[in-house]
């Protein structure tokens, strides 16, 4: 499958979307989803990497399949605002490459 670009995502999860009469949910509903979402990674996160183990019973989610939720609910929700998260992702890398520009330690760059 060739590269698609945040936007071919948003396009995607429109089409999706639009085909039933229920469209998007609320923002409220939205928000309330992706806490759900968020905690199931949170699991996940817990049962790989944490001292959590899972139970026999639990059936298997992974990481991944957790991520893509949050991000279809992202998207979801960018889309339902009419935000565009490219221009979002865009935004969000000037503040960090402006106002966060020396917050972290970075790795010595020096030519050796």
């Known amino acids: 499958m060739s590269e698609r ?3 071919d995502l948003q396009d995607e999860v429109d089409q ?3 085909q039933f009469k229920e ?5 409220l509903s939205m928000l309330a989803r992706m ?3 968020v905690g199931e990674l949170a699991r996940e996160v817990n049962h790989s990497y944490g001292e ?12 991944e399949l957790e991520l893509g939720d ?3 609910i992202t ?3 960018a889309n339902s605002l009419g935000i565009d998260l490219t221009e979002a992702h865009e935004k969000v890398m000037h503040k960090f490459n402006t ?13 050796s």
Request: proline residues 7%.
């Open 5 to 7: 670009t945040l936007k």
């Open 16 to 18: 999706y979307i639009s």
């Open 99 to 111: 106002r966060d520009a020396n917050r972290w330690t970075k790795i010595n760059t020096e030519p």
């Open 52 to 63: 959590k183990p899972k139970k026999a019973s639990e059936g298997s989610n992974s990481i």
């Open 70 to 72: 949050i991000l279809f």
């Open 35 to 37: 806490s759900e979402e």
């Open 23 to 27: 469209g998007y949910f609320s923002p």
């Open 75 to 77: 998207i979801c929700f």
